[in-house]
């Protein structure tokens, strides 16, 4: 067989494999993609999706550039198929945007977006709050899964050293507040939170905050589930307002710094 390029340009890091995955270069680091090979239980579509993703969050991919998808069919060593799907994905999650008749850019996020879908994350919270409170205070089954939670993030956070693991933290925060949403009983409310995707946005903060920040936002999630635990509706209002006001804090910041550079 022949080598595979060891050209580091952007298009030139990855070739086209005989089994629809690319080769991994000497000495260089195998991609997910390539581990497909190896019998991982993720499709192309999952694996494309969390490269593309990943190139997002790096700047790979910068804010606003149109997305070559022959380009990224050779940089991740898969056919067009698989990668607009994931393309697709990352449209529901708004990262990326379609372009009419042209494909597809990855998408700017303005600050002032962030504040618009916070304010709406904590009206649903502070709304729901005593039913929450109530619920979960009654519930063994709920304060399992949220104890889970709460566990095994923060022994992720405090050793996450790649962009994966750190984009687990997230899904982790992710599914806390769709628990707490689950507490509520209304499965109405529970769509409608999931289509704010707020913590689609906390990505933004991978290399640009520091890991006790991280820290932080799960203890906050602690002192929210100790109110619903011991059912104090009030108390969990104010942890609430204190979480979301901190994270959309720390988001807004990075994209202000972000435009001014």
Request: positive net charge.
């Amino acid at each position: 067989r022949k080598g595979a390029s060891t050209s580091t340009g952007w298009a030139e890091q990855m070739r086209p494999g005989g089994n629809g995955t690319a080769a991994a270069a000497p000495g260089r680091e195998e991609t997910p993609i390539e581990a497909a090979k190896r019998g991982g239980n993720d499709t192309l579509v999952d694996l494309a999706y969390r490269c593309i993703r990943r190139d997002i969050i790096e700047e790979v991919l910068p804010a606003g550039e149109k997305i070559n998808l022959s380009l990224l069919c050779q940089r991740y060593g898969v056919s067009p198929t698989p990668i607009k799907q994931a393309l697709n994905r990352l449209m529901m999650e708004r990262l990326v945007e379609g372009i009419p008749r042209k494909g597809y850019r990855v998408r700017r996020v303005h600050w002032r977006e962030i504040d618009e879908l916070f304010e709406l994350r904590m009206m649903m919270e502070l709304y729901f709050a005593p039913r929450v409170a109530q619920a979960v205070s009654c519930s063994t089954l709920l304060q399992k899964k949220l104890e889970e939670n709460l566990r095994e993030n923060m022994e992720l956070v405090e050793t996450f050293s790649s962009p994966e693991e750190y984009f687990r933290t997230y899904e982790l925060d992710q599914q806390f507040h769709e628990l707490y949403i689950t507490a509520s009983g209304s499965q109405t409310a529970l769509q409608m939170y999931r289509q704010l995707n707020t913590h689609t946005y906390a990505a933004y903060l991978f290399g640009k905050q520091p890991r006790g920040k991280t820290v932080e936002g799960i203890e906050e999630h602690r002192d929210m589930y100790r109110a619903m635990r011991e059912g104090d509706a009030e108390a969990l209002r104010q942890q609430v307002k204190r979480h979301n006001e901190n994270a959309r804090t720390k988001i807004q910041m990075v994209l202000k710094l972000h435009d001014l550079t």
